[in-house]
């Protein structure tokens, strides 16, 4: 039996930005499609952080002449403005990581204007059937725009289940302060559906021309795929996402809950694709799980019970950068850890709030110890191992700017 097509997503294969993003539109009935004259487009592409050092911008953000092709053509079918802006990531604020990315120029070329999300005022909106997010702040251009287009960065992601792409993208929509509320594991799956509910993308199109495999979203390498894929269901776009990196689309928990709550079609058989096959572009993308390991051979550890919440921090705590090749280390961490009863160590580091009681037993002892207590401890390693090491310890006062 043949199964009823539901959504269609247009793949397009190729390494211009630009004449992909258009061949996309183009497959699924041109712009004009989804925006109407007089229409006000705000676009949110994957604009998170600066690309650690060494590294291009495309490895990380959304291509800028990808989204300048979207602008034109957002013009072209009558907008009568055009705006592109997220919120980044690590607490970075909007103008300073679109300088870095070298955002501005492009966007504005192409005849829109960049909004810097992390200085707009915010209001709270209310997210029709909301599972377990009733309420969200947005910045107030969010409730302007007619036609609100999603732009995702095709890259993997530990803590969304394996990969951010469509949905995970949606996470810049509400401003950076409230993402340590539901950013943990499971909850953050459940939080991104929500997250669709509110933001209903008129068309989602993901940047997979330079994407990132294993350690992303930030720290992981590239891998060319020379690829973008779109559609205007996010679930439907997001399931042929997972699929050409190599992953089952029910493998990744912000698939499943969609499809349960009845958010768009991840069932490949009821997905009309349109454009380049899937075999075409397809490629097994490395995991981003993180090692169970240090990085530094002289960092003993002591996992424990640890759940995925202090699981993915292990290679980062204490920071690799810092660990001294001629002093020995501990980590413990995860519930009910088993750690024998003399420890050689110059400093001990206690990861979560699971594991707190062992920072006091130690202390007692006499040891060195950095207690880490928080459950999960993302937004700790956020502000003191993230964002100082992908920014650099000189350019961190530049960029970090509280508003
Ligand atoms: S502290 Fe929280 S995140 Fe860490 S292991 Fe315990 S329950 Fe998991």
Not at 352 to 361: L, N, V
Not at 377 to 399: C, F, Q, S, V, Y
């Amino acid at each position: 039996l043949k199964a009823e097509k539901q959504a269609t997503v247009a793949i397009v294969k190729g390494a211009d930005p630009r004449a992909s993003a258009k061949q996309v539109v183009e497959l699924l009935g041109g712009m004009k499609k989804f925006v109407k004259p007089n229409d006000f487009v705000l676009i949110k592409p994957n604009i998170v952080s600066p690309a650690p050092p060494g590294r291009p911008p495309e490895d990380v953000v959304t291509d800028p002449q990808l989204v300048a092709a979207l602008v034109e053509q957002c013009l072209e079918a009558g907008a009568r403005k055009v705006m592109v802006g997220d919120n980044p990531g690590l607490g970075f604020s909007s103008r300073v990581i679109y300088e870095e990315t070298s955002y501005e120029e492009p966007i504005r070329e192409a005849g829109g204007e960049m909004s810097y999300f992390t200085e707009e005022p915010l209001v709270k909106l209310k997210v029709p059937g909301g599972h377990l997010t009733r309420e969200a702040r947005v910045p107030k251009i969010f409730t302007e725009a007619d036609v609100f287009l999603n732009i995702p960065k095709m890259k993997t992601n530990s803590m969304s289940g394996g990969v951010t792409l469509g949905m995970k993208n949606l996470v810049g929509v509400p401003p950076f302060e409230d993402r340590p509320e539901w950013h943990r594991w499971p909850e953050i799956h459940y939080h991104l559906v929500d997250l669709l509910k509110l933001c209903k993308p008129a068309l989602t199109i993901i940047d997979g021309i330079i994407a990132m495999e294993g350690r992303g979203p930030m720290a992981g390498p590239a891998i060319r795929m020379d690829v973008v894929i779109g559609g205007p269901d996010t679930v439907a776009v997001d399931a042929v996402g997972a699929e050409i990196m190599g992953f089952e689309p029910m493998e990744i928990p912000s698939i499943q809950v969609a499809e349960r709550e009845d958010m768009g079609v991840a069932d490949l058989n009821r997905i009309d694709v349109v454009g380049t096959p899937i075999s075409e572009v397809q490629k097994r993308f490395m995991r981003p799980i993180g090692p169970v390991i240090h990085p530094s051979p002289n960092v003993k550890v002591y996992p424990g019970g640890a759940c995925y919440g202090c699981q993915v921090w292990i290679s980062m705590v204490p920071n690799p950068f810092e660990v001294k090749p001629d002093k020995k280390y501990v980590l413990i961490t995860g519930q009910r850890p088993r750690v024998p009863d003399q420890l050689e160590a110059d400093e001990i580091w206690v990861l979560g709030k699971c594991a707190d009681p062992y920072a006091k037993k130690w202390e007692k002892r006499g040891h060195e110890v950095h207690s880490v207590p928080y459950c999960p401890p993302h937004a700790w390693i956020t502000d003191n191992i993230l964002r100082p090491t992908i920014a650099g310890r000189d350019k961190m006062e530049m960029l970090y700017t509280k508003e």
